[in-house]
């Protein structure tokens, strides 16, 4: 079928003000002036906290350090977060929970060395591809690989066994499991007495999830459930890794937290070759909370509740930071409905088309006194804005750190000269600094920065730039210069000595909790969202490279529920859910089982899933359910044509 | 249940290399040992990301007692071997074999070969003049050999294959090493896109039917030109710049910097000309890519030059 192509974004290249409610060209000087008068101006009316920035996944850690500290040491509030709230806000908060440390616990190398590998909620196939080659190389090492997936994915053709789950039925299969393996005493009991607390209460919570129950309510065979069970508690080295299909749920973290609850049965994490993995969606997005870029943590994932963490930081940066946590970026769009939240500096970020209810996210940007949006393109979310800033792209055009899924900081370097026009985020920053009255604010270069981080933040301090270039990236935590730690986290739980063991990790005791969009006579399709191996999010890169197996935007069913609705591949459909409707063409996909339909994200300007994804969110970490909507697919009325498309029609 | 062996640290081993005693760790094989020691030996199968396929025969060294030249890129020092590099019969052979290689092939675009045919006093010319390019080299079944005339040297040239806006495929540059099979199945990229199809001097690389590669399981992720050492696998964009002679490596810087489409962390050299990307690679020494990518980090940056 022949695909409306949108147009590739085009680089910005001078700052946008809004002027009797159009964006025109501006000098920076212009620019910088409005974007400051107007923190200035809304911060003097409300408050600081009537402030929000939206730091940027994408950028370096420095850029995020400086964002985050422009907002707590110029305006005075703790209201920073970016999209890892979209994606893994979850995992670092079940994580941080259970071990007081956000990461994953183990090394990629280490998956090649593991003997069990279990990938829950994960195409890592098609998401994270150079992440499965390891795990193929264990695979092909004699590994059993576990895909639990309600879709059978390229990854899940890769399992030697898949688990064709219900969505939204994590916790009733994790509860099984973990009933299985105390059942059949293969329970790892002294890791459980020595390193554990609550295994009691655990215990008794999972007692009604018989194999039998769980079958009923996951939809997976009970011999497959067993089967999982016995492999996993039998491994010397169990992986367990999950993507969004865990974390992007109303209740994303107890998902997580329910994964954990099996690691710790069994003692498959705080050793070599056995732990627990998120797999990070954005190339930053650990870093962006590893420096403070989140509300509630200061660089280095210190508490910011903790006076002494606060004092060290209030007296480097002369500042007063909060002493209590400011609001993530979901409480965020809801601080702005109600009009508390009244400017936002929003740095390389997209919500308007990223955010699940688009339209909804739309109308609360625009409820707004005052928005800065920095850039390296026009987005929707730009479009929007009041101000905007043209900015360099962080991983060709500057020089700084990513850190990646395996807590590893890497060089990133500049390779290209930013176009003719734009500015560097760091510097960008230090400029509106200055104009709101912090005349020290001057960095001269990324490492100047990375310097500064490293004297607050212990796990960082031992990573000198020269370090990083020479052992090819460095796994946080690293205390000193001189030193490198294991490749995984948390060893400390196998200590002999109880005062070396530390806190012990708590067991989780869950509810299961269904999708929040429930299925009716009206909406009686599950519609799941992910991605494509050759596309990216929403697009906004991807789209700038022709790809030869890109297919653009489809509606994909299995057979029967296409033979049921009376519709044939590549036919247009409309697609309603209780938030809106859109049209799109239908692809078959034997991957599916009847009930289950899945769309992607990668076209919001052709198709805008998101317009009809839920907004219920999780109470702990804030993400939204994007994987579970629940949607009806009807026939085009007669007339409608191939252009309509594209249009969204109202409900 | 222990399946899975994780190794031990490893020892060191002795052995005689041109005459002089060498202490390699057990397990490297006589070209890790030669490279070590600074003896320089030419290969162009050998991939520091792949096992040895022993497919080019440059490499041959002789070993006391071996009834046959050995090839270094796969045997494994033992203590006590004896190993020559440099003795008239591996000067012959590697001779002989890069006469073969470059009479059949169109080695223009394969780095070094120049020097090696020039130290060996290789003369590939004395085949004859090259035969002209085949149209048929795609669906020749075995035994349907034409007995050659011995007017012309036998090759495989062929018309290039440009069937995609991502890569571009010139067989008559290719040397079946098998590289970009290895790289494309089971070693790393577990797609098996293309095999050896074909036997004799009909052997090539070929997707399954001879299928464009729009048409066949390729996912683009490049890993297949990453390896390829003769330029017979090479990117759109480097192809067609050198197509209107625009391709300057002089002109161009590499920089590693870190991709970013997902969470992994991959690394990517970015080749840059006039302030313009115009080629990605990966490092083969980083523990997360080990040369690798995905189509994303290979090809996903245009976006940062639509300026």
């Given at each position: 079928?022949?695909?409306?192509?949108?147009?590739?974004?085009?680089?910005?290249?001078?700052?946008?003000?809004?002027?009797?409610?159009?964006?025109?060209?501006?000098?920076?000087?212009e620019?910088?002036?409005?974007?400051?008068?107007?923190?200035?101006?809304?911060v003097?009316?409300?408050?600081?906290?009537?402030?929000?920035?939206?730091?940027c996944?994408?950028a370096?850690?420095?850029?995020?350090?400086?964002?985050?500290?422009?907002?707590?040491a110029?305006?005075?509030?703790?209201?920073?977060?970016?999209c890892?709230r979209?994606?893994?806000?979850?995992?670092?908060?079940?994580?941080?929970?259970?071990?007081?440390?956000g990461?994953?616990?183990?090394?990629?190398?280490?998956?090649?060395d593991?003997?069990?590998?279990?990938l829950?909620?994960?195409n890592?196939?098609?998401?994270?591809?150079?992440?499965?080659q390891?795990?193929?190389?264990?695979?092909?090492?004699g590994?059993?690989?576990?895909?639990?997936?309600?879709?059978?994915?390229?990854?899940?053709?890769?399992?030697?066994r898949?688990?064709?789950?219900?969505?939204?039925?994590d916790?009733?299969?994790?509860?099984?499991?973990a009933?299985?393996?105390?059942?059949?005493?293969?329970?790892?009991?002294?890791?459980?007495?020595?390193?554990?607390?609550?295994?009691?209460?655990?215990?008794?919570?999972?007692?009604?999830?018989?194999l039998?129950?769980?079958?009923?309510?996951?939809?997976?065979?009970?011999?497959?459930?067993?089967?999982?069970?016995?492999?996993?508690?039998?491994?010397?080295?169990?992986?367990?890794?999950?993507?969004l299909?865990?974390?992007?749920?109303?209740?994303?973290?107890?998902?997580?937290?329910?994964?954990?609850?099996?690691?710790?049965?069994?003692?498959?994490?705080?050793?070599?070759?056995?732990?627990?993995n998120?797999?990070?969606?954005?190339?930053?997005?650990?870093?962006?909370g590893?420096?403070?870029?989140?509300?509630?943590?200061?660089?280095?994932?210190?508490d910011?509740l903790?006076?002494e963490?606060?004092?060290?930081?209030?007296?480097?940066?002369?500042?007063?930071?909060?002493?209590?946590k400011?609001?993530?970026?979901?409480?965020?769009?809801?601080a702005?409905?109600?009009?508390?939240?009244?400017?936002?500096?929003?740095?390389?970020e997209?919500?308007?088309?990223?955010?699940?209810?688009?339209?909804?996210?739309?109308?609360?940007?625009?409820?707004?006194?005052h928005?800065?949006?920095?850039?390296?393109f026009?987005?929707k979310?730009?479009?929007?804005?009041?101000?905007?800033l043209?900015?360099?792209?962080a991983?060709?055009?500057t020089?700084?750190?990513f850190?990646?899924s395996?807590?590893?900081?890497?060089?990133?370097?500049?390779?290209?000269?930013?176009?003719?026009?734009?500015?560097?985020?760091?510097?960008?920053?230090?400029?509106?600094?200055r104009?709101?009255?912090?005349?020290?604010?001057?960095y001269?270069?990324?490492?100047?920065?990375?310097?500064?981080?490293?004297?607050?933040?212990?796990?960082?301090?031992?990573?000198?730039?020269?370090?990083?270039?020479?052992?090819?990236?460095?796994?946080w935590p690293?205390?000193?210069?001189?030193?490198?730690?294991?490749?995984?986290?948390?060893?400390r739980?196998w200590?002999?000595?109880?005062?070396?063991?530390?806190r012990p990790?708590?067991?989780s005791?869950?509810?299961?909790?269904p999708?929040v969009?429930?299925?009716?006579?009206e909406?009686?399709?599950?519609?799941?969202?992910?991605?494509r191996?050759?596309?990216?999010?929403?697009?906004?890169?991807?789209?700038?490279?022709e790809?030869?197996?890109?297919?653009?935007?489809?509606?994909?069913?299995?057979?029967?529920?296409?033979?049921?609705?009376?519709?044939?591949?590549?036919?247009?459909?409309q697609i309603?859910?209780?938030?809106?409707?859109?049209?799109?063409?239908?692809?078959?996909?034997?991957?599916?089982r009847?009930?289950?339909?899945?769309?992607?994200?990668?076209?919001?300007d052709?198709?805008?899933?998101?317009?009809i994804?839920?907004?219920?969110?999780?109470?702990i970490?804030?993400?939204?359910?994007?994987k579970?909507?629940?949607?009806?697919?009807?026939?085009?009325?007669?007339g409608?044509?191939?252009?309509?498309?594209?249009?969204v029609v109202p409900? | 249940?222990?399946?899975?062996?994780?190794?031990l640290?490893?020892?060191?081993?002795e052995?005689?290399?041109?005459?002089?005693?060498v202490?390699v760790?057990?397990?490297?094989?006589?070209?890790d040992?030669?490279?070590?020691?600074?003896?320089?030996?030419?290969?162009?199968?050998?991939?520091?990301?792949?096992?040895?396929?022993n497919?080019?025969?440059?490499?041959?060294?002789?070993?006391?007692?071996?009834?046959?030249?050995?090839p270094?890129?796969?045997?494994?020092?033992?203590?006590g071997m004896?190993?020559?590099?440099?003795?008239?019969?591996?000067k012959?052979?590697?001779?002989?074999?890069?006469?073969?290689?470059?009479?059949?092939?169109?080695?223009?675009?394969t780095?070094?070969?120049k020097?090696?045919?020039?130290?060996?006093?290789?003369?590939?010319e004395?085949?004859?003049?090259?035969?002209?390019?085949?149209?048929?080299?795609?669906?020749?079944?075995p035994?349907?050999?034409?007995?050659?005339?011995?007017?012309?040297?036998?090759?495989?040239?062929?018309?290039?294959?440009?069937?995609?806006d991502?890569?571009?495929?010139?067989?008559?540059?290719?040397i079946?090493c098998?590289k970009?099979?290895?790289?494309?199945?089971?070693?790393w990229?577990?797609?098996?896109?293309?095999?050896?199809?074909?036997?004799g001097?009909d052997?090539?690389?070929?997707t399954?039917?001879?299928?464009?590669?729009?048409?066949?399981?390729c996912?683009?992720?490049g890993?297949?030109?990453?390896?390829?050492?003769?330029?017979?696998?090479s990117?759109?964009a480097?192809?067609?710049?050198?197509?209107?002679?625009?391709?300057?490596?002089?002109?161009?810087?590499?920089?590693?910097?870190?991709c970013?489409f997902?969470?992994?962390?991959?690394?990517?050299?970015?080749?840059?000309?006039?302030?313009?990307?115009?080629?990605?690679?990966s490092?083969?020494?980083?523990?997360?890519?080990?040369?690798?990518?995905?189509?994303?980090?290979?090809?996903?940056?245009?976006?940062?030059?639509?300026?």
């Amino acid at each position: 079928m022949r695909r409306r192509k949108s147009e590739p974004y085009v680089r910005l290249v001078e700052p946008l003000v809004r002027e009797h409610g159009v964006l025109r060209p501006a000098g920076w000087e212009e620019a910088l002036e409005r974007a400051a008068e107007g923190f200035r101006r809304n911060v003097a009316a409300k408050g600081p906290d009537a402030f929000g920035m939206f730091s940027c996944a994408r950028a370096t850690n420095e850029m995020n350090y400086v964002a985050q500290k422009f907002t707590r040491a110029v305006i005075g509030t703790n209201n920073v977060d970016s999209c890892n709230r979209t994606c893994h806000a979850p995992s670092v908060a079940g994580l941080a929970r259970v071990f007081d440390s956000g990461g994953g616990t183990s090394s990629y190398r280490e998956i090649e060395d593991a003997d069990v590998v279990v990938l829950w909620g994960s195409n890592a196939r098609e998401a994270h591809p150079i992440f499965f080659q390891h795990v193929l190389k264990a695979v092909h090492k004699g590994a059993k690989l576990f895909v639990v997936d309600p879709r059978k994915t390229s990854t899940a053709k890769w399992g030697h066994r898949w688990l064709q789950l219900h969505v939204g039925t994590d916790i009733p299969l994790a509860h099984a499991v973990a009933r299985e393996i105390i059942h059949s005493g293969l329970a790892n009991e002294a890791f459980i007495e020595r390193a554990t607390e609550g295994f009691a209460e655990f215990k008794a919570s999972v007692e009604p999830w018989t194999l039998e129950v769980a079958e009923e309510v996951t939809g997976v065979p009970k011999e497959l459930i067993r089967e999982l069970a016995h492999a996993y508690a039998r491994a010397d080295r169990g992986q367990m890794s999950w993507t969004l299909g865990i974390t992007e749920h109303h209740n994303g973290t107890n998902n997580v937290l329910s994964l954990i609850n099996l690691a710790l049965l069994c003692g498959h994490v705080g050793r070599y070759g056995a732990g627990l993995n998120p797999l990070r969606g954005q190339n930053n997005v650990q870093g962006g909370g590893d420096m403070g870029a989140i509300p509630d943590r200061l660089p280095g994932f210190q508490d910011i509740l903790s006076p002494e963490v606060r004092a060290k930081y209030d007296a480097l940066w002369g500042s007063t930071i909060p002493p209590y946590k400011g609001q993530n970026l979901t409480q965020m769009l809801e601080a702005m409905e109600r009009g508390d939240m009244t400017c936002v500096y929003i740095i390389g970020e997209n919500p308007v088309q990223s955010e699940a209810d688009s339209e909804h996210t739309r109308k609360r940007l625009s409820n707004l006194d005052h928005v800065v949006v920095q850039d390296i393109f026009l987005t929707k979310t730009a479009q929007l804005a009041d101000v905007v800033l043209p900015a360099s792209a962080a991983w060709c055009e500057t020089d700084g750190t990513f850190t990646n899924s395996e807590r590893r900081v890497q060089r990133v370097r500049k390779a290209l000269e930013a176009p003719e026009g734009a500015r560097d985020d760091i510097a960008i920053l230090c400029d509106l600094a200055r104009r709101l009255g912090h005349d020290e604010w001057d960095y001269t270069s990324a490492e100047q920065v990375w310097d500064e981080l490293r004297q607050l933040s212990p796990m960082h301090a031992g990573m000198t730039y020269q370090r990083l270039a020479d052992l090819g990236g460095i796994q946080w935590p690293c205390y000193s210069e001189d030193t490198i730690e294991p490749s995984f986290l948390h060893g400390r739980l196998w200590e002999e000595d109880p005062a070396k063991r530390g806190r012990p990790a708590p067991f989780s005791v869950l509810d299961h909790s269904p999708p929040v969009d429930l299925l009716s006579d009206e909406f009686p399709l599950r519609l799941t969202t992910g991605r494509r191996l050759d596309s990216y999010n929403t697009g906004v890169q991807s789209s700038g490279f022709e790809s030869p197996l890109r297919r653009g935007e489809t509606l994909d069913l299995c057979q029967e529920d296409a033979e049921l609705l009376g519709v044939r591949q590549d036919e247009l459909v409309q697609i309603s859910s209780r938030r809106g409707a859109i049209v799109a063409p239908v692809r078959i996909d034997d991957g599916l089982r009847p009930g289950l339909a899945f769309m992607t994200f990668h076209f919001p300007d052709e198709i805008d899933v998101n317009s009809i994804t839920i907004e219920a969110t999780c109470p702990i970490a804030g993400t939204a359910e994007y994987k579970a909507s629940a949607i009806r697919v009807e026939k085009l009325p007669p007339g409608i044509t191939e252009d309509d498309r594209f249009t969204v029609v109202p409900v | 249940m222990t399946a899975i062996d994780i190794g031990l640290p490893r020892r060191l081993v002795e052995f005689e290399l041109d005459g002089e005693p060498v202490r390699v760790p057990e397990n490297a094989t006589i070209l890790d040992a030669c490279t070590a020691a600074g003896t320089k030996i030419p290969t162009l199968c050998q991939g520091d990301t792949l096992q040895p396929a022993n497919a080019c025969r440059v490499c041959m060294v002789e070993v006391e007692g071996s009834r046959t030249l050995v090839p270094s890129c796969s045997r494994k020092v033992e203590p006590g071997m004896v190993v020559r590099t440099d003795t008239e019969r591996t000067k012959t052979s590697r001779k002989v074999v890069l006469e073969l290689l470059a009479s059949a092939t169109d080695l223009s675009t394969t780095p070094e070969v120049k020097g090696w045919l020039e130290e060996t006093g290789a003369e590939p010319e004395r085949f004859g003049p090259p035969a002209p390019p085949s149209d048929d080299r795609d669906h020749r079944q075995p035994g349907e050999h034409e007995v050659p005339d011995g007017m012309t040297a036998a090759t495989v040239r062929q018309p290039v294959k440009v069937d995609n806006d991502l890569y571009v495929r010139d067989y008559g540059k290719c040397i079946l090493c098998y590289k970009c099979v290895d790289a494309c199945g089971d070693q790393w990229q577990n797609s098996f896109a293309i095999t050896v199809a074909g036997r004799g001097f009909d052997a090539r690389i070929s997707t399954e039917f001879a299928n464009p590669l729009p048409e066949s399981a390729c996912v683009y992720c490049g890993n297949c030109v990453e390896v390829c050492p003769t330029g017979a696998l090479s990117f759109k964009a480097e192809h067609d710049r050198r197509e209107n002679g625009t391709w300057d490596e002089e002109r161009q810087t590499e920089t590693t910097t870190i991709c970013t489409f997902c969470g992994v962390g991959c690394n990517l050299t970015l080749h840059v000309q006039d302030n313009e990307i115009v080629k990605v690679t990966s490092p083969h020494d980083s523990s997360v890519t080990h040369g690798n990518l995905c189509i994303k980090g290979r090809f996903g940056w245009q976006h940062v030059q639509n300026r």
